[in-house]
């Protein structure tokens, strides 16, 4: 796996993460952590966090798990 794959697949982890603590718990991890859910800061994680789970789609369509790396 490339270490660009390596970056985005903890981007979305840590945003899955996320959404599980505000499931559970009512409770914006990243927006606490970066001065607010609506900071330019929280917002631009968000972004980029959301972009790297949408950079991770084609490789759910893969049909040899080696093209997916």
Not at 32 to 40: E, K, N, R, V
């Amino acid at each position: 796996m490339s270490c660009f794959k390596k970056v985005l697949l903890l981007l979305a982890i840590i945003g899955g993460i996320n959404w599980g603590i505000y499931g559970i718990w009512g409770f914006n991890a990243v927006g606490w952590l970066l001065g607010g859910s609506m900071s330019w800061l929280s917002r631009t994680v968000f972004i980029v966090v959301g972009a790297a789970a949408l950079c991770l789609i084609p490789g759910l369509f893969a049909s040899d798990p080696k093209a997916a790396e």
